[in-house]
């Protein structure tokens, strides 16, 4: 097959849904599919970049240069199909999408894997979200009735419930994570607890109840921070003052891929900075899960109605609940192993079973 995936910016290592794009793109190229990419709204582009297999638009070109370029470009790949790798924010600084990608789809059946759907529809939600996330919603519903829908995605059953909703049926497909496996052993030595988080760690995430939890451990434990913390720095920095008496503090900036990989062959435990009903988003835990690393996910401040609490979707995620010390005595990692191509052939089994019909 021949498929054009679209996102909005492919700037290597600095736009999440860009790194998953490209990575699903070339895995299906590697199993014999002509893959093209190209990038409608790229933010870190300061000039047109093209090759037969791939386009980057900036996002300071005008929208009409920008659509007339894109959709020659795709005329002369002529796809098969078209995977639209979607965040409303990625097009939008505030998220109203425009119907812009449905002129440039025009005439070619699309998939479509939502990240993210809209914000404000979780039960706490704000009135400020709320109204927000009724102006998003309404235009993402009017850009998925334009195009040529056969096939919907999104990373999370709690977003496959909103969207069942609003009378979409959304398959579930879960995130791969972009680093390699560790290409060292891992570090069986009896010592310290090592934890480890990667990448942004929210503003809103809570110490409490896990620490006092892992001081029930009565060992020796050192918090490991690795790549870029983005808003969560002043927390950082905040955590480090009030529980220097308990535990070690190390940040460790960003890395290259394989050296973040390895650090998870060194540390005993991950954390997650997601909530537990909105897991399946967050590529920083597939990475640790790629790497076998048991996961502590300890928000779950976040809740959608008429949707109970979710099963793990994975074993290796430690849901936190007051026996949260003796899980983690019996956790076990397991062997490393790259998720990227059980998706990948997922989504092409997705795609065809979709267009059987």
């Given at each position: 097959?021949?498929?054009?995936?679209?996102?909005?910016?492919l700037?290597?290592g600095?736009?999440?849904v860009?790194?998953?794009?490209?990575l699903?793109?070339?895995?299906?190229?590697r199993?014999?599919?002509?893959?093209?990419?190209?990038?409608l709204?790229?933010?870190?582009?300061?000039?047109?970049?093209r090759?037969?297999?791939?386009?980057?638009?900036?996002?300071?070109?005008?929208?009409?240069?920008?659509l007339?370029?894109?959709?020659?470009?795709?005329d002369?790949?002529?796809?098969?199909?078209?995977?639209?790798?979607?965040?409303?924010?990625?097009?939008?600084?505030?998220?109203?999408?425009?119907?812009?990608?449905?002129?440039?789809?025009?005439?070619?059946?699309?998939?479509?894997?939502?990240?993210?759907?809209?914000?404000?529809?979780?039960?706490?939600?704000?009135?400020?979200?709320?109204?927000?996330g009724?102006?998003?919603?309404?235009?993402?519903?009017?850009?998925?009735?334009?195009?040529?829908?056969?096939?919907?995605?999104?990373?999370?059953?709690?977003?496959?419930?909103v969207?069942?909703?609003?009378?979409?049926?959304?398959?579930?497909?879960?995130?791969f994570?972009?680093?390699?496996?560790?290409?060292?052993?891992?570090?069986?030595?009896?010592?310290?607890?090592?934890?480890?988080?990667?990448g942004?760690?929210?503003?809103v995430?809570?110490?409490?109840?896990?620490?006092?939890?892992?001081?029930?451990?009565?060992?020796?434990?050192?918090?490991?921070?690795?790549?870029?913390?983005?808003?969560?720095?002043?927390?950082?920095?905040?955590?480090?003052?009030?529980?220097?008496?308990?535990?070690?503090?190390?940040?460790?900036?960003?890395?290259?891929?394989?050296?973040?990989?390895n650090?998870?062959?060194?540390?005993?435990?991950?954390?997650?900075?997601?909530p537990?009903?909105?897991?399946?988003?967050?590529?920083?835990?597939?990475?640790?899960?790629?790497?076998?690393l048991p996961?502590?996910?300890?928000?779950?401040?976040?809740?959608?109605?008429?949707?109970?609490?979710?099963p793990?979707?994975?074993?290796?995620l430690?849901?936190?609940?007051?026996?949260?010390?003796?899980?983690?005595?019996?956790?076990?990692?397991?062997?490393?192993?790259?998720?990227?191509?059980?998706?990948?052939?997922?989504?092409?089994?997705?795609?065809?079973?979709?267009?059987?019909?």
């Amino acid at each position: 097959m021949r498929i054009a995936f679209v996102t909005s910016g492919l700037e290597p290592g600095c736009d999440g849904v860009g790194d998953y794009t490209t990575l699903l793109a070339d895995e299906c190229g590697r199993l014999g599919h002509a893959v093209a990419k190209l990038a409608l709204n790229d933010p870190l582009a300061t000039a047109e970049t093209r090759t037969p297999e791939l386009l980057r638009l900036p996002a300071a070109m005008p929208w009409p240069e920008r659509l007339a370029i894109a959709r020659r470009w795709l005329d002369d790949f002529a796809p098969d199909f078209a995977s639209l790798q979607f965040v409303c924010y990625g097009f939008h600084p505030r998220g109203f999408v425009g119907l812009q990608l449905a002129e440039l789809l025009r005439g070619w059946p699309v998939q479509v894997f939502l990240h993210e759907t809209w914000i404000g529809c979780d039960a706490g939600a704000s009135l400020k979200e709320r109204m927000l996330g009724w102006l998003q919603r309404h235009r993402v519903l009017r850009l998925l009735k334009a195009l040529d829908v056969r096939l919907l995605h999104t990373s999370n059953e709690s977003y496959a419930h909103v969207l069942s909703q609003r009378g979409l049926s959304a398959h579930v497909m879960r995130l791969f994570g972009s680093l390699p496996l560790p290409s060292i052993a891992t570090d069986c030595t009896p010592r310290e607890l090592r934890f480890v988080f990667f990448g942004t760690l929210h503003p809103v995430w809570p110490a409490e109840p896990l620490f006092s939890y892992l001081r029930e451990l009565k060992q020796p434990a050192t918090l490991v921070h690795v790549g870029r913390i983005g808003t969560g720095a002043a927390l950082w920095e905040k955590l480090k003052r009030e529980h220097a008496g308990h535990f070690k503090f190390e940040r460790l900036g960003g890395l290259s891929p394989q050296a973040a990989a390895n650090v998870f062959a060194g540390v005993d435990f991950g954390i997650a900075a997601t909530p537990w009903a909105l897991i399946g988003k967050s590529a920083s835990v597939a990475a640790m899960l790629d790497a076998g690393l048991p996961v502590i996910v300890n928000r779950d401040d976040i809740q959608f109605a008429g949707l109970g609490t979710l099963p793990a979707p994975d074993p290796l995620l430690l849901r936190m609940d007051p026996d949260l010390p003796r899980t983690l005595s019996a956790a076990t990692r397991r062997a490393p192993r790259l998720s990227l191509p059980d998706v990948a052939a997922q989504f092409l089994r997705d795609w065809e079973g979709a267009n059987r019909k």
